[in-house]
């Protein structure tokens, strides 16, 4: 491939389905990715959210290990702000245990969606830049006490990027994933991550990945219907304070269906010429080495069929790739 290639899945909810649909069509959609060729398949974590049953990355994860027999599995994110380094650094070295050479750990620090879940979460006021060297050291084992099991190889880390996060990344010479609103004028964070970078052991040079949603159909108009249950969704978590499960959209406001627009406009989406040119105008524009694809929609089928299309599209793409 010129540009590696991974699926984060959250663990969307459908209305009409239970959590536990959810659950097991991430496990399935892992095995397809694998079929498919992906280079690595993320879980998220989310904490109360009606419209995603993805909260627990490492439980999670140790599924999917025994799911599948090669794609790499990881975590974007862990919200370090949720938990202790420690316990973490034995989570994931755990799973490194269990599956050896299949593991990444992806770290953000996001806060909890609405203040009754940061209570719950006993969220930490803590410096995210001490906590992930902390992180590290329990990885590498150079902490004041040994974290157990410990790894064949440490497990590599990324850093789930906003401006600060970048810097944090660079300081310790760590990976960065980037997406959101940070996309649309990525060049000067970006360049600045790049210049202030230190190498470190696992990661002697700057590198980037991108995430956005990416769905592909025979259309265009086709490819922006999928767009719509989710823009739906993030409209309604923007104004009621409630983020849906998946379903077909309903009549929006004026406000309503700004944020829908947005949602649509972050996105990369249309028949495979449409959304080849634009992919490689955005790793243009980033010097990304590897996409991430946070794609979501209420047809399984089509999201299946859009997996699809993405890999053979990206495996045949001469789309220019630099770390």
Known sequence: MDIGLSLLDRTRT??????ADAVAHTVE???RAEELGFDRF?????HGVPGVAGSAPAVLLAVLTGATSRIRLGSAGVMLPHHQPLVVAEQFATLAAVAPGRIDLGVGRSPGFTAPVRRALRERDTDFGADLAELRAHLEGTAEITAHPRPAAAVPLFVLATGHGLDVAAALGLPVVVGGPLLR????????????FRPSAQCPQPWVGIS???LVADTDAAARDLLLPEAWAMAQARTTGTFPPLQPPRAMTAVQQRYADQTVAGAVAGTPERVAEELAQLVGRTGAAELVASSSTLDRVALAESDAALAALVSRAAVPARG
């Open 185 to 196: 004028d990525p060049e000067e964070p970006l360049d600045r991550y790049r210049q202030a």
């Open 14 to 19: 459908r209305v009409g389905e239970t959590d």
């Open 212 to 214: 956005l949603d990416v």
């Open 42 to 46: 993320w879980v998220a974590e989310h």
């Open 29 to 31: 959609r892992a095995q």
